[in-house]
């Protein structure tokens, strides 16, 4: 089946199949030794309803867990993604970058260590839907995205180490920036240029400070002193990492918007 275009674009993830024709010989997604436990489970609300929680330190040591959509009555239970951060290797990993299921009796097994004061861990993996183990990897920044009208974007560009919750986020932001520099220019080939021009560079950096922990840097700090992170020290760390991802309150509330203008029929 032959399909004609203006543009092809790449949103086929971590392990990308246009990435691979792009860029021949890359091999396989580089990892830091890191397992994780990914689950979804309806839970009573943490704290404040719309709070976040990240305990532990370093990668391979944590648990996140976080409300992903508002709870139908206010107080009652929410839907919760929750991830278990869990450092060795571990055999059968799949070239989609995926170990696959975990069993509930092995991910309690994993959870037993944890005592969190606002969450009931076991039932929390006991009410999941499902759990699966994902490797922590990324690739190397490439030195281009586009060729003529054939560009990436997300994790088909310059998939990342979880740090900042900015993986997903970035992604929402490449697609606008597509959509705006496609908007604006009438040739494809320059749009996709214009939109790597604005894009590729930023998120490079973005890749490599999340090597070295991106903003979670404050709580590897404190792990290692054994308590708290002076505030100017935490304060510097946490500004650097919004800067470089785009992200001030002075940047946002500057920046022109991105949104594209519905086209009249």
Not at 52 to 68: E, L, N, S, T
Not at 182 to 199: G, I, N, Q, S, T
Request: charged share 20%; with cysteine; glycine share 12%.
């Amino acid at each position: 089946m032959v399909i004609e275009a203006d543009v092809l674009v790449g949103a086929d993830g971590i392990d990308s199949r246009l990435r691979a024709q792009l860029h021949p010989g890359e091999g396989a997604p580089s990892g830091n030794g890191v397992r994780m436990w990914r689950g979804m489970s309806r839970y009573p609300h943490i704290l404040g309803g719309r709070s976040i929680v990240v305990a532990g330190g370093r990668p391979g040591d944590k648990f996140v867990a976080y409300p992903v959509e508002d709870p139908a009555a206010e107080g009652g239970p929410t839907l919760m993604n929750w991830v278990l951060e869990l450092r060795g290797p571990r055999p059968g990993e799949g070239t989609d970058g995926s170990y696959g299921p975990v069993a509930v009796d092995e991910a309690l097994a994993g959870v037993a260590e944890w005592s969190l004061p606002w969450i009931d861990l076991p039932e929390l993996v006991r009410e999941s839907t499902g759990i699966h183990e994902y490797p922590m990897v990324d690739r190397d920044p490439l030195p281009r995205w586009s060729f003529g009208r054939v560009t990436l974007v997300g994790a088909a560009a310059r998939p990342m180490y979880p740090m900042g919750m900015n993986g997903g986020s970035q992604s929402i932001v490449d697609a606008r920036v597509l959509a705006w520099t496609l908007a604006h220019h009438d040739d494809p080939v320059r749009a996709l240029a214009r939109y790597e021009e604005l894009r590729r560079e930023p998120l490079n950096q973005l890749v490599l400070a999340n090597r070295e922990l991106g903003p979670e840097k404050i709580i590897a700090l404190a792990e290692q002193t054994g308590g708290p992170v002076p505030a100017e020290h935490a304060t510097a760390v946490s500004e650097g990492y919004k800067q470089l991802a785009g992200c001030t309150t002075a940047v946002l509330n500057s920046r022109d918007s991105w949104s594209v203008s519905p086209v009249s029929p």
